[in-house]
Structures are given as C-alpha cells and as structure tokens.
C-alpha cells in the first residue's frame, strides 16, 4: 500500500459538492493518423495495453475505522475499465463553445471515491464530422488532485501517449498493492507516534522562512504579499458549475518577444495573462486600481525527498495590472518575478508539504471549516493561480491519433475562482481557462485576448 501525504490528505479533506477537486485535460486529436482508422472500441482496446504501466489509474483509496492518518492507496483488484471510459457526441455544430460547454460539464461533477479516481471522456463529432470519415476527436481526462500534481499529470500523459503513430505499449509499472484493514490501521499508529518528532523539521524552516521574508520586505526584494489582492468578480463563493475557454499560440512567437526584450518565457506568459485579465476588467469596468496578485505553482519534484504524489511549492507574483503599457508592464513583471524566484528559492521547497504532514487529519476539518468562513471576496489571498507545465518538443501521438492540442485545467477553490494553465507541445503553447459559471458566464473573451495581447507585443519587436 501506498500511504497518502498530508498535502495529497488535503486535497481530499478540502473538496466539497462546490469544490470538486480533480485536473483536467482536453487534447484534441487527428484521426487521420490512427492505422486502421479510428473506432470508440479500438480506444478501449488501446487504453487497455497502457493499464499495466499506468500504476496511478489502478489505484483506489482504502482506509479503516482505527487509522489515526490518511488514507493509502491500494490496488484496485476489480477495475472496470468500462466505467472510466466513456463517450459522448458534441451537438451541432460541433463549434468550440458547444465543446466547451461540454468539457465544463464533465469538470463540474466530482469522481467516484470508491473506485479508482479518474475519468476519460471520448468526445466525438468536433465540427459537426464523424471521426470514422477523418475528423477530429477531443479527449478529456479528469484524475484527482490527491492523485497527481501538474508534473505527474504531464508524466501521465506521457504513458497514454507516443512518439509514433503505432508504438508498442510501455514495459509494465508495479502499483502500491493490496492492503488489509489492521494493516492500515497499524501503520496509522506508527505515524501518528512520529507526529511530533517532523515538528523538529517544520519549526526551524518555519522560523528561517518568517525572518527570511522579513529582510526580503525590507529591502523591497520580497515576492508579492498575500492578502493584499484587491476584490475581482473571481473572488467570491463558487459553485460546482464550471465555465470553460481554451486558446492556442504559436510557441515561436513567445520565444521572439523573449529574446526581443531579454526575459524569460515565464515572464512573457505571466505578461499576456496581465494583459489578458486588464482588458477583461476594464472593458467590464471592473479593472481595480491595486494589480492583481497571482499565486504560482511551483514543482520540488527534483528537491523534494518527501513521501506524497504532490510535490508543490510556490510564489504570489504581482501582475502589474495597474501599468497600461505592455511593453513596460512585461519589464516590470520580469524584475518582480526574480524577485519573488529568488525570494521562493531561499524558502524550504519542501516546507508546504512538512507542514500538512504534522496536522493531523481531525485537525484538517477545522481548520478548512475556518478557511471557508474567512471574508476573502473582501480580502482575497490571490486573484487568480497561473501555472506553466512545459510539455514536450516533439509530436505527440494518443491511441495513434496526432495530438494537435492540450489544454490543462486546474482547480479552483472559495475566493479563488480562475485558474488559468499553459502547458507547451510540439510548438504551441495551449491556454486552458476555467472559472465558475456563476461568476462569470462566459470566458472566451478573456481566452481571445491572449492572441491580441501577443500580437501587441510582436509589434513592439
């Protein structure tokens, strides 16, 4: 058995009806690459070869009534591969808000914990064609957040995908195994008794990281504050209902204006996401005189001795949203991200994970139970969380279909309801937005204005 982290705890404790907390995928694929052409059965079939090294989608949570920790992850003896697999058809036309409406509604509904936790969706009739005459396909892959974190979900991704069009499945992975009740309960025991010895961890990085910040604020070289976002229409009590959009830009280009104004890549999509969010307000009047605050996800797969599928750190960034040129707005966004990167980096990358371990699980309730009575639509943490997954160079082939596209979506939680994530493939960079619908019906011309704000930019040049 594999027991869950604190951090990976977490993300069970804290979802609820509103806030279902699982990634998700949308790839658009071309059948035309498929030998033999495409059939709904032949992707079953296919999946099926992958199983074997696709240890993360054989695993379901098991727990006993005696455990004094978190859940663990056990085998999945009877997994109905018929159940995660499924298929829907798009209604005409087949355009990308009829997409989107659809992909919204599949995020809006949470997984079944008793069985493994993840869904594919097979979505047909993009564009109003049949995939069987050569038309496209979307795939849609829903896994829990306890599961995977950005990294593993682009690992994941990985194993369901190839580098040719008919590739032989990848050698087989061993999962966590099988596990009995009093087994659970026994190694729940032995990690409630060391509880209090990972405090000598979490109380010196704890302590080095308050002085740390103290200096850093000091001398003006701090990375963004928490609490210190002013109020947006994202910022309020959220639904289960999701609201979905998608852009696509040439890769190229990004790295032109990089080179053009000696920043980082990073730096370039945090900059059209400024830009992107300070049209959006403005033309709603809604743009707020303080720049909006962005918390950003950071992977510490490669510093992190931890156990747990989620290695995170992370950084609050400020957007710059106040400056009106995106020229300057992209230079001043470049100079306080270094800051807020070397702020992140003097920090513990494994404090946030150190943290959640020592809680213990009954104390998790209380304090979410705190968390979501906390007035953040008048005092938000953050506006938004942005996250940039690099994907791979080369193409990339699904069941033998050409992934033409692959957009990433987060979670959104209470006070937090954008997630706007950029994953790179094969010379694109994919923008996947989602909100909640009841804030905001409607994200297309928030997703449309990347193009715009990229193009402005390539003016500058």
Known sequence: MERLSGFDAGMLYSESPAVPLHVCSIAELDTTTIPGGYSFDGVHRHLASRMRALPELRAKLADSQLNLDHPVWVEDPDLDLSYHLRRIGLPTP?????????????????????????????????????????????????????????????????????????APPPDPVDGPGGAMPFEIAAGGFLRALTRPWQLTRVVPATVSTI??????????????????????????????????????????????????????????????????LRGYLHDRAELPDKPLIAVVPASVHDKSDRPGRNQLSGMFTNLQTHIEDPVERLRVIAESSSHAKDHSADLSPTLLGDLTQVIPPAVFGVVLELMSHTPLKRTPVHNVVISNVAGPDTKLYAMGAEMKSLYPLGPIFHGSGLNITVMSLSGKLNVGIISCQRLVDDLWDLADRFKAELAELLGST
């Open 94 to 166: 087949g355009g990308r808000r009829e997409l989107a409406e659809v992909c919204g509604r599949i995020a809006s509904t949470p997984l079944d914990r008793s069985k493994p936790l993840w869904e594919m969706w097979v979505i047909e009739g993009i564009g109003g064609t049949d995939p069987q005459d050569g038309g496209s396909i979307v795939l849609m892959i829903k896994v829990h957040h306890a599961a995977v974190d950005g990294v593993s979900a682009a690992n994941l991704i990985n194993q369901l995908c190839d580098l040719e069009p008919d």
């Open 211 to 276: 002085v740390n910040t103290i200096g850093r604020a000091r001398s003006g070289t701090a990375m963004a504050a928490p609490f210190t976002a002013p109020a947006t229409v994202f910022n309020a009590e959220i639904t289960s209902s999701r609201t979905i959009a998608m852009a696509q830009l040439e890769l190229d280009d990004v790295k032109r204006v990089k080179n053009q104004f000696d920043v980082k890549v990073n730096d370039v999509v945090m900059a059209l996401c400024a830009g992107a």
